[in-house]
């Protein structure tokens, strides 16, 4: 996140959803070197295996195996598309009308609750606890970001 606001409240509301925040003004070299750091986040988390939390999903077959129960949670249908598009924006605050049409290839329709609808089911079978979501973040009035830790 760039901003001109500089006061920590500030600072700490943009961190609660943004992966970096960086005040106006800003040198350009030190806005690289932060994309980076990301980057090279990015490129440890893409060696073909990726674990979240509960969760060891191998890349390339895109198989997902819970780690306490040894178990492979089969995904099917929209869920697995919605699960595949925030995998390949991990770390990245997805708006509902980027995955809605990142998934659906069609135009977001404002108030349309499919993808919420879908978002529930995929939790219900990825997340421990659905109602207190470790994996699918929800960030409230904006969208949802898987986040590797």
Known sequence: MISAR???D????????????????FHPEEVAARLQVVLRRVQKADKGQLTLHHLQINLATQQVIHTDTKEEIVLSGKPYHIFQFLLRHLNQILTKEQIYEGVWKEPYIAGDKTLMVHIRHLRERIENDPSNPQIIETIRGVGYRIRQT
């Open 6 to 8: 500089t006061a920590v």
């Open 10 to 25: 500030d600072r700490l509301q943009g961190l609660s959803f943004a992966d970096d925040y960086i005040t106006k003004p």
